[in-house]
């Protein structure tokens, strides 16, 4: 191996040992940092990124790496508290463009991976020829399932998708074999040249025909061996059926004045990250394999890849490469284990980076659900009773899908109260696209059907939509349809309320248009007639953090010693920054208990015990929790220290402003001077309160930690004629327990709501026959700044009592209401039904 | 083939591209330069974006060979010695960052737009940054930023 390039942090406060790709962000920058260890491969950023005279063996590449950055990091200068606003440390590295992605890792020797991914959704292989491929000059390795040294096969909750396929394949794009050679086009080349001999299949498509249809009547059951096949015996029945969760409360037969029935169905979304699914293996001395990588959970990645490798996790170290954003694609591997296994296989390092193309085919989708709801109300708008049934596709592989089910089944209803509920939720195994996690799993689907419904009820009533939520909302104190007794602020009427009194947009002016603002834009289609405008209101509901029993905890390790005259605070855990701002809030914390302004932030990786997931809304809870228990342990034994010092009782004693301070006597010790060469560390795995499993007849239990909500109200303008919809407003009103960092609230508010209004008017992959149709940004759309509305946002801080600082999480809540918020201003816009999302043209038209 | 050009004020010189190449690859991979972004290879996301001779292209969507003998600036030029552009400054000071990968190719947009258009009006910004995708911050902090940077500008202008 040539000498990897190292990063030399002249600038970063990186003082660690540990391997720099993610680097560590420094909050205030010293200009001291001392050299990491040079051992380590790197990604190679321009400026920052090397700089000492014997990392660099390319002149090419040190011709591009000679515009260093002398003081861009004093940028970041910035201190901050919990409950204020500091930049975000990693925040100038990404605006110089030197903060190292997964795809900008690069290793002189490197080489480069590449996939072949079956064409069709479900064939048998007869037969794989690799002759060709193997001959073309620059290729070093061409693999298939014969060269897994370990077991085969991965997943999160069920392992049963082949690393690479064996006798069948069950999607398109299934990964039959990899290819490593000295250029990225040469590695394409090479996969073209493999020969695959199928036998193709009739694709099973349609989801209720695989969860119900008749086994003896020609449905083929995909996962046919037992627990191979994903859906836990029992749950699943004898079909494909990953998993069902009925919930079953009260009075079955409870009859109501007035009824209203409707089916919905939500399309298949992308997450569509704009980093793709990339990362970089290095075969070590050791016979094991560091990979630098952007993943949302490096130790779960870390327990499937030791499977598929056949190796303890002391061989398997990964490291967090900068992430360019998850919202749920993440969780499951996608190249991980490829690349580590041309690495071991070649000797060399290997990177992958997946087109946008293949990123399509490279991570699992948002279910598509198909819902069938019956809500029972009294003639005073009381909810009697709610049915529903819920069919989520997962496609080929289980993935998530337990867990979205579950969502889906237990927050079915809505944030209402609801004595009779009787849901059943199933997810099934198909030949479509696997799905998985996406931000607010389960619940999105859930919330386009039960708020689609209220405002059903509310039109047979011939009661104000916000008027019926209101006398159903729910709140502190009720029991779910799980029974779970809801114990802290449930603030449902009250954010319907806020939402509902922002002050609406001026009415359309039909004689001073400005066509960037109509339905069409520039396009010209319309100078005003047939725009029709619409208001529509939705609230929604999510749980925060794993549920059902899991033992969910993260691990943070917090140091605090003086360097060159200062005292600093270190944060180490593996929890995934993917552009949230964790990082941010970590240090946050420690300044707060700490009473320190210098924090450094490790680099993010498997040294250091699991941060559990970067999902479920969870990592300022329960990682910021690990980080804010550390820090006392660590306060408590500087307090002793101190008052060993001092001859004070420790507890007259806090720590502020890098000083030792008594609050009868004021400042007592500068904090350097208490602690002299002594490092204080402490190392603490901290869990949220535990969770139970649900009952699998009844769906009875206290299952969730936490439940947060979010209400939008979304003003749409809609050209009738042509069925084109602009989005004039979408406003937020969102309960956060505490807001930890107000600025990156709203930023979490705004970009979920974004891509809820996604979901709601534009994105959806179209499969047809398992195929999918638009993978490409040209054909999937996304919402881009003229399609993004203005917002305001209200941001609530109901503390809950059971959350580090009172927090509840933020993320997902804001993608769940901002959907049928949108969708329902269509309809008050068009008096059309829309029962499906994303609302297209010829359904308005 | 051998490729000459200027970049960020310094000449490059790279051999071995292969004619399929294209200026952002050679910029990554060849010269050093991630700070550009691959987001889609297809002009559509925006996250490439860089100066050719002062006209902001995508350049996942100009061949390697088409840079030859001409200046490129990139995210990574944008900068002065001691100081961040005010660009850069007001997209960090705004919070329009969270996961960055779009920023690179928003920063050259916007550092365009601002040579264009001192005082851009909200429906100017919105067409001007129409090429460029974001999914993390619902674009609202962006509006933000652009509209900081041009106050800053002007501030720093009188
Ligand atoms: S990478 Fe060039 S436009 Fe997307
Ligand atoms: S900040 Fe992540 S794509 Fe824009």
């Known amino acids: 191996m040539n000498t990897p390039m190292t990063p030399s942090p002249a600038r970063s406060d990186q003082r660690l040992d540990a391997p720099i790709t993610g680097r560590g962000w420094s909050v205030r920058d010293s200009g001291r940092g001392s050299h990491p260890d040079t051992s380590q491969p790197i990604a190679r950023t321009a400026g920052g990124g090397s700089r000492g005279p014997d990392d660099v063996d390319n002149t090419v590449t040190r011709t591009g790496l000679v515009k260093a950055t002398s003081t861009r990091m004093d940028q970041s200068s910035h201190s901050g508290k919990v409950g204020e606003s500091p930049l975000r440390p990693d925040g100038t590295l990404k605006v110089t463009g030197e903060f190292a992605y997964s795809s900008d890792m690069w290793l002189a020797d490197m080489l480069w991976g590449a996939t072949l991914r079956s064409p069709h959704p479900y064939a048998c292989i007869r037969s794989v020829d690799l002759t060709e491929a193997v001959k073309l000059p620059g290729v070093y390795a061409v693999l298939t399932h014969e060269d897994v040294p370990g077991e085969n096969l991965y997943g999160l909750e069920h392992a049963d998708q082949p690393v690479l396929a064996v006798d069948v394949v069950r999607y398109q794009g299934e990964a039959v074999a990899i290819v490593a050679a000295d250029h990225p086009e040469t590695a394409r080349r090479a996969v073209e040249k493999i020969v695959v001999d199928y036998e193709v299949l009739e694709p099973l498509v349609d989801p209720e025909v695989a969860a119900f249809g008749d086994m003896a009547d020609d449905v083929p059951r995909l996962h046919p061996d037992g627990n191979k096949g994903g859906g836990p015996e029992g749950q699943g029945g004898g079909k494909n059926i990953v998993r069902h969760l009925p919930i079953r409360k009260g009075n079955p037969e409870a009859t109501a004045d007035v009824v209203v029935h409707g089916e919905y169905e939500v399309g298949m979304q992308d997450q569509a990250f704009l980093g793709p699914e990339s990362g970089l293996a290095v075969p070590a001395e050791d016979g094991g394999v560091d990979l630098y990588i952007a993943t949302q959970w490096l130790h779960v990645d870390q327990k499937q890849l030791c499977r598929v490798l056949g190796m303890p996790a002391a061989k398997v170290r990964l490291t967090l490469a900068g992430v360019g954003g998850a919202f749920g694609a993440r969780e499951d591997l996608s190249m991980q284990a490829h690349a580590c296994l041309l690495a071991l296989h070649t000797g060399k390092p290997v990177k992958m980076s997946y087109s946008r193309e293949e990123s399509f085919f490279g991570h699992v989708h948002r279910h598509p659900a198909k819902m069938r709801y019956e809500h029972g109300a009294n003639r005073d708008g009381k909810l009697v009773y709610v049915k529903a049934q819920i069919i989520l596709d997962g496609g080929a592989y289980a993935s998530s899908t337990p867990a979205v089910v579950a969502n889906a089944a237990t927050l079915g209803v809505g944030p209402y109260k609801v004595n009779n509920v009787a849901i059943d939720g199933y997810g099934v195994y198909t030949n479509n696209p696997p799905c998985g996690a996406m931000r607010g799993f389960g619940a999105v689907q859930a919330a386009f059907g039960y708020e689609s419904q209220m405002d059903k009820l509310a039109d047979a009533l011939g009661m104000d939509p916000v008027e019926l939520r209101i006398r159903n909302a729910m709140a502190e104190g009720i029991s779910m349809p799980t029974g779970q007794v809801v114990d802290s602020a449930a603030p449902v009427a009250e954010l319907l309320r806020r939402v509902a009194a922002m002050p609406l947009p001026p009415e359309p002016q039909q004689d001073s248009y400005d066509l960037r603002q109509l339905p069409g834009g520039v396009s010209n289609t319309t100078h005003g007639e047939g725009v029709r405008r619409g208001v529509g209101i939705a609230i929604g509901i999510k749980n925060v953090c794993f549920s059902e029993g899991f033992d969910d905890y993260s691990t943070a390790k917090v140091r605090l010693e003086v360097i060159g005259g200062e005292s600093v605070a270190m944060v180490h855990t593996a929890a995934a920054e993917v552009g949230q701002g964790l990082v941010t809030v970590q240090a946050q914390i420690a300044r707060t208990e700490l009473g320190v302004e210098r924090v450094t932030i490790h680099p993010i990786d498997t040294q250091i015990g699991s941060g559990g997931s970067t999902s479920a809304s969870r990592q300022t809870y329960v990682t910021g929790g690990a980080v804010k228990a550390a820090c006392e342990k660590v306060r408590g034994r500087v307090l002793k220290l101190a008052a060993e010092r001092l001859g004070r009782p420790a507890a007259a004693l806090r720590l502020d402003g890098d000083k030792v301070v008594s609050d009868a006597d004021g400042v007592m010790a500068a904090l350097v001077d208490v602690l002299h060469e002594d490092v204080v560390e402490e190392t603490v795995k901290w869990r949220h309160r535990p969770t139970h499993p649900l009952d699998p007849e009844t769906g009875q239990g206290n299952a969730h930690v936490q439940y947060a909500f979010a209400a939008h109200r979304a003003v749409v303008d809609v050209d009738v004629d042509l069925g084109l919809i602009r989005v004039v407003q979408l406003d937020c009103a969102q309960d956060v327990g505490k807001a930890m960092n107000p600025d990156a609230v709203v930023g979490q508010i705004h970009g979920g709501s974004a891509q809820g209004l996604g979901l709601a008017v534009m994105e959806e992959i179209q499969v047809t026959d398992g195929k999918v149709r638009n993978p490409s940004f040209t054909d999937y759309l996304i919402p881009t700044i003229l399609d993004m509305p203005p917002m305001t946002v209200d941001v609530l801080e109901l503390a809950d009592p059971h959350a580090p600082y009172g927090l509840r999480g933020v993320g997902e809540p804001p993608t769940i209401s901002s959907t049928p918020a949108i969708v329902a201003a269509i309809r008050a816009a068009t008096g059309k039904d829309l029962t499906r999302v994303p609302v297209q043209p010829h359904h308005i038209i | ?158």
Not at chain 2, 53 to 74: E, M, Y
């Open chain 2, 1 to 158: 083939m051998r490729v000459k050009c200027t970049v960020n004020g310094e000449k490059h010189e790279i051999d071995d591209v292969w004619e399929g190449e294209s200026l952002l690859y050679a910029l990554r991979e060849r010269m050093g330069l991630p700070g550009s972004k691959n987001a889609c290879e297809q002009g559509e996301c925006g996250s490439c974006t860089v100066y050719l001779d002062q006209t902001p292209v995508c350049a996942c969507l100009v061949a390697a060979g088409q840079a030859q003998d001409r200046d490129i600036v990139t995210v990574e030029g944008l900068a002065g010695e001691e100081k961040l552009h005010p660009v850069q400054q007001a997209f960090l000071e705004a919070g329009a960052v969270q996961c960055g990968f779009c920023t690179p190719g928003l920063l050259v947009a916007t550092h365009d737009l601002l040579e264009r258009e001192e005082q851009p009006s909200d429906p100017e910004i919105r067409e001007a940054l129409a090429g460029n995708l974001c999914r993390c911050t619902g674009y609202e902090k962006i509006l933000d930023a652009v509209k900081l940077a041009a106050s800053r500008k002007a501030e720093a202008a009188t």
